[in-house]
Structures are given as structure tokens and as C-alpha cells.
């Protein structure tokens, strides 16, 4: 009988015990309990628990303090990484290096400004080189640069490659070049590789700033900022009928052409030798950016305006100064 109440006394503290660990390790904090509560003969094993407790309590608390520590080392990396990234897209590239100062100068002119840029001659390289420094210069820096070689065996799909695909009944959703460059910059090079029904999508994008993707019933407006490229002269390619007459119209005060290396634009010697010279005098360019800006906005002078990052009053003195008539110039 004794043994009997005894084993019950046993169960007791044992359940009264296991109770107790399971409302610690749901957060909770009951009353503790004594050695009084505990038998005797209990009290070794008891004991043994709680040193064993105290002992996992504290594994976990260095668990806890090593993981704090490597999600702080993680995210210390991740910043350094980001800062090397940034710095890295500061460095001017190889053949940016060979730009005279003057010509560089010229180049930012277009680059902090929103307009389209069509950039003709010198080498495949050289071009996707101005364009990644007009990108890096410009207000869209932040967004995404994505380019597009309309002359790679991969272009063959131009249409959905450029323009993307809407989903319908056994077909995909797909972004093209243009929505995945929203908020950024797109650079298409090889303009005159592009068939003619393509170009005609380009052109409806230039004026209307918005893109119809194949299946699509409704369009889709995006903001980005196009860096056209192309190793023949405009004009030939026009006479040529390899780019579309409207085309060449919406691009014609976009132009910036590279030049042999051995004449500047005044004939005189090149200040760099063995690189294309952008060559496009200080004035002409900011005539052609202003003139590019008010083609883009349909002639309205306050779009134009914001589109160059310049005020309302700074926009109308440079129209006087430059004499720019703008009825010539809306849509």
C-alpha cells in the first residue's frame, strides 16, 4: 500500500514536472517548483534536468547569436557588393577613355536628356559602348539597360523578341526588350536589319509611346528611353529601302554619327587616333536635342521641357536663341 502511493507520488511530480518544461517552452512562466514539492528520491534526477536545461538554453542562445552575426556579415557584403557594382559602372570603358573631353562633353548632352538617340556608324562595340555611357549618365540609370541586336542569328522572331506576346488560348505571356527595359534604357542595334513591318511598330512607339504586343487587342504604354543603332549612313539606308521613310523622319534630329578617326568635324586632325570621333559641334547639338524633344512631344514646349530636365523660361530662351521654329515640328 505504501509502494502504491508512493509510485503515485512519483507520477505526480514526474507529470507535474513534464507540465511545467511544456508551459516554458510555449513562453509561458508558471510558479516554480521547490525541491519541497519534488521527493527525495527525485531530487538527483531533477537536478540533472535542470543543469541539462540551462545547458541547452545557453546552446541556443549562441546558436541565436552566431546566425544575428552572419545575417549581419551577409548583408555587410551584400552593400559592399552593391558599392563595387555601382563603382564599377562609374569606370569610363576602353574606348570611352579615347573620347577627346570635347566630344564626350557633347555626347552628355544628349545623355541627361529623356530623347531618343540614333547612333550611325563606327564599329557593333563602339556603338553599344556610347550607349551604355548615355544610359549610365542619363535620369534612367537606375533602370535596366537591355540590348537588342537585331543582326544575331537570335533575331529571327523579331517581332515577339522586341515587342513581347500577350497570353491567350495555347500561348505564353513573353515581355519583349521594350517592356523589360521600362524604366530604363533600350538599346536596338542594327536598325536596318529589321524588316519593315517591324520597323512600322517602331515607329508607332516613337510617336505614341506605347507598343501592341503580338495577340494583344488593347496597348501597353511603357517609358523608355531608345538608343538606336546602325553601321550604315541614314540616308543610304532609306534609298536603299532597308529603313522605312517615316522612320527616318521620327529619328532625323536624333543622329549622332561617328566619323573617321583621322578628321574632326572640322577637318582638322582628330584629337584621338584608332577610334571612331563622335563629332557633332556643341551648338548643333543642343539645337538637335531641343529640336529632337519638341518632335518627341508633338511640339508641346512644357513636355519638352521636363523631357530635358530644363525649366519652362530656360526652354523658351533657347527657342528664340536658336531661332527653332516648333510648328514644324508637331505630329
Not at 105 to 129: H, K, N, P, Q, W
Not at 138 to 158: H, I, K, T
Not at 219 to 242: D, F, I, K, T, Y
Not at 269 to 274: D, I, L
Amino acid at each position: 500500500m505504501q509502494e502504491s502511493r508512493k509510485d503515485e507520488a512519483f507520477r505526480g511530480v514526474i507529470e507535474a514536472l513534464v507540465d511545467y518544461l511544456h508551459r516554458l517552452a510555449n513562453g509561458e512562466f508558471p510558479d516554480k517548483i521547490t525541491e519541497a514539492d519534488i521527493p527525495e528520491d527525485l531530487i538527483p534526477l531533477v537536478r540533472t534536468a535542470a543543469l541539462l536545461g540551462f545547458q541547452l538554453e545557453a546552446r541556443e542562445a549562441r546558436r541565436e547569436q552566431v546566425v544575428r552575426g552572419a545575417r549581419r556579415e551577409t548583408k555587410r557584403l551584400e552593400r559592399e557588393i552593391a558599392a563595387l557594382k555601382a563603382e564599377i559602372a562609374r569606370r569610363p570603358e576602353r574606348f570611352e577613355l579615347a573620347i577627346p573631353a570635347r566630344v564626350r562633353e557633347r555626347i552628355l548632352v544628349f545623355a541627361r536628356t529623356g530623347v531618343d538617340v540614333l547612333l550611325v556608324g563606327g564599329s557593333s562595340d563602339e556603338r553599344s559602348s556610347v550607349a551604355r555611357m548615355i544610359h549610365r549618365e542619363s535620369r534612367r540609370s537606375r533602370g535596366e539597360l537591355v540590348s537588342f541586336f537585331a543582326g544575331s542569328p537570335e533575331a529571327n522572331d523579331v517581332d515577339k523578341e522586341i515587342f513581347g506576346v500577350e497570353r491567350r488560348r495555347g500561348r505564353s505571356r513573353s515581355l519583349g526588350a521594350l517592356q523589360r527595359a521600362d524604366g530604363g534604357t533600350l538599346f536596338l542595334d542594327e536598325l536596318s536589319q529589321l524588316n519593315l513591318n517591324s520597323q512600322a511598330r517602331l515607329v508607332r512607339f516613337l510617336k505614341n509611346r506605347d507598343l501592341l504586343p503580338l495577340g494583344a487587342t488593347r496597348p501597353v504604354r511603357v517609358n523608355v528611353r531608345l538608343v538606336l543603332g546602325m553601321s550604315e549612313a541614314l540616308a543610304a539606308a532609306v534609298q536603299s529601302a532597308r529603313v522605312r521613310v517615316d522612320l527616318a523622319r521620327c529619328l532625323g534630329d536624333r543622329v549622332i554619327e561617328f566619323v573617321d578617326a583621322s578628321t574632326d568635324a572640322e577637318g582638322g586632325p582628330a584629337e584621338a587616333s584608332g577610334v571612331g570621333n563622335l563629332a557633332v559641334a556643341r551648338a548643333e547639338t543642343e539645337v538637335m536635342v531641343i529640336r529632337a524633344a519638341l518632335r518627341q512631344c508633338a511640339g508641346n514646349r512644357a513636355a519638352a521641357a521636363r523631357l530635358l530636365g530644363i525649366s519652362r523660361e530656360g526652354f523658351r530662351q533657347k527657342v528664340k536663341r536658336y531661332a527653332i521654329v516648333i510648328e514644324g515640328l508637331m505630329k
